[in-house]
């Protein structure tokens, strides 16, 4: 096969190194320059005139997700709510979205806001009861994530492609979770994919930045138009360091999420752990489904139930030395939270503790999460 080499296409893994595109042809850059301007001379090559409209760094960045997710195009904002807001802000007054119950908790409020306002409908399901994909007919948009959390839920995109397109409802993915390198919902029937580069695209939880990708050249023009309109663009330093960031997103994503395998393995059957929620875990509900839609891994997050009140589990959480007691996910470092300590997420039990896999040595993370679990009479004994 040797002789098909240099007609096939890289793997991801690879394309993600070379994304910012080739060295600049003027200077040798391998490096792509991080363009400031507020402003652009009339009458250049590229057509670029205000900085609010394009941007050369953030077409770079766009070009880079695009690829990445298969699609034609990407739109960038100044955080993933943003771009959150502007795919919403395609609708229709009155329009009726449905929504995944475990959808990131900002997510949510912000529907739950325009509803109070007049401005949409929504109606919140199980993204994962396999009746639930009915509830497209009569929507105008289904907003699922690839890997939901903090239970790690994995909904059957093909199943709800085929009732969002009966009903002629766009099909939006938040894929923040589960990266580009693991799922692509775009080949399995989304119409736009939405990042949070804040997170695994970052990757060291320096910025603040969103992307949108798609396919239909009209929904991205909108979605342009839109970031024009109303100013949510994100900073030119935000979109060289996501850039930057997603040159070591594939080795990061490989080693989190081999680590978040590992650590639910050991942690699964631990006193007083409860539940450990991981799509690679052979009892996680959509384990079988999770091996179809996500290739490569199961992603960097895991969760446990502690068999403690919320108090017995914010002082776990207040205990470990190398994971850190904050919320996010997705970075080198990792991270741990009592997860319903947050509006939105009181249907969690008290003691549940999400964590985000970073890119520590994974012995050092399992001691120091088993010492602060066992102040509360939790976790493996590791003699
Ligand atoms: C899955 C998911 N989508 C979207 C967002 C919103 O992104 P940002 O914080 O960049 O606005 C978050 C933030 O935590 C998230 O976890």
Redesign the pocket.
Known sequence: MEGDQPTSRPAAATRVVHSAGPPDPRSGALVPPLVMSATFAHGNPEGLAYGRDRNPTWELLEKAVADLEGGAGAVSFA????G?AAVLDLLPLGAEVVVARDA?S??RELLAHLEATGRLRRRVVDATDPRAPEAALGAAMVWL?ALG?PLLSVPDLPAWKESAGRAGALLVV?N??ATPLLCQPLALGADLV?H????HLGGHSDL???VVAGDDPDLLQRLHAHRTRQGGCPGQLEAWLTLRGMRTLAVRIERQAASAAWLAGRLLGSPRISAVHYPGLMGHPQHDRARRQLKGGFGAMLSIEVDTDAAGAERVCAATRIWTNAT??GSVESLLERRARWAGEEYLPAGLIRLSVGIEEREDLLRDLAQALALVGAGPDLG
């Open positions: 955080s993933g709510m943003a959150v990131y900002g997510t994530e959390n938040d923040t979770l939405v949070s580069a804040s997170k603040m930045l969103g996010s996910l």
